[in-house]
């Protein structure tokens, strides 16, 4: 898919503009073709190497804009 492409690579920022980690990967429902849910890496060196195994799952319905950089909501706007 193209747009996942495009999304992986990308810095998260939560609400605050601070980086949380890049996009490894995008969870996709394929019956329905919509985005479920983002999963960040940590990003730097070790990363790169593959020896980083942290990984952190954004559900897409926490995402408040999609850039250059994707922004996540704050906690309040997700309620």
């Not at 983002?38 to 593959?50: A, D, R």
């Amino acid at each position: 898919m193209r747009i996942v492409e495009e999304i992986v690579g990308k810095e998260v920022l939560d609400s605050s503009a601070v980086i949380i980690g890049k996009v490894k990967d995008v969870e996709v429902n394929m019956e329905t073709n919509q985005i479920e849910a983002f999963v960040l890496g940590k990003g730097g060196i070790s990363e790169g190497l593959g020896l980083s195994k942290g990984e952190t799952i954004v559900p897409y319905d926490m995402v408040k804009q999609i850039g250059d950089k994707i922004l996540l909501k704050s906690a309040s706007e997700s309620i």
